[in-house]
């Protein structure tokens, strides 16, 4: 069974900062990709970055140069430093990653972790 289990969300006020991980566990052959999306109230789940195993990055142009997305193959792990934040970076954001199992390939979800930004 392969488990995303999220942490670092929290309350911060604009300008601040926060630092995501997601750590990846269970019977993984290999992850292609991991990433972090987001869902605001009322709002479809958007992507917000995404890195490969070999470190090709892709983000939101809402975040571009605020947001850094980086990984620890090693430890299946894959960070978010989110700096500058602004209150509509408030969001659930949740760990994604595509990986091979035991039992399969597919996309696996965390349970989200709440980020508000508001003085």
């Known amino acids: 069974q392969v488990q995303l289990v999220e942490s670092g969300g929290g309350l911060v006020q604009p300008g601040g900062s926060l630092r995501l991980s997601c750590a990846a566990s269970?019977?993984?052959?290999?992850?292609?990709?991991m990433g972090w999306y987001r869902q605001a109230p009322g709002k479809q789940r958007e992507l917000v970055a995404r890195i490969t195993s070999v470190g090709i990055t892709k983000y939101s142009e809402s975040v571009k140069g605020r947001f850094t997305i980086s990984r620890v193959n090693a430890k299946n792990t894959v960070y978010l430093q989110m700096n500058s934040l602004k209150p509509e970076d408030t969001a659930v954001y949740y760990c994604?990653?595509?990986?091979?199992?035991?039992?399969?390939?597919?996309?696996?979800w965390g349970q989200g972790t709440q980020v508000t930004v508001s003085s």
């Open positions: 994604n990653a595509d990986l091979v199992s035991v039992v399969d390939g597919r996309n696996y």
């Open positions: 269970g019977s993984i052959f290999s992850i292609k990709a």
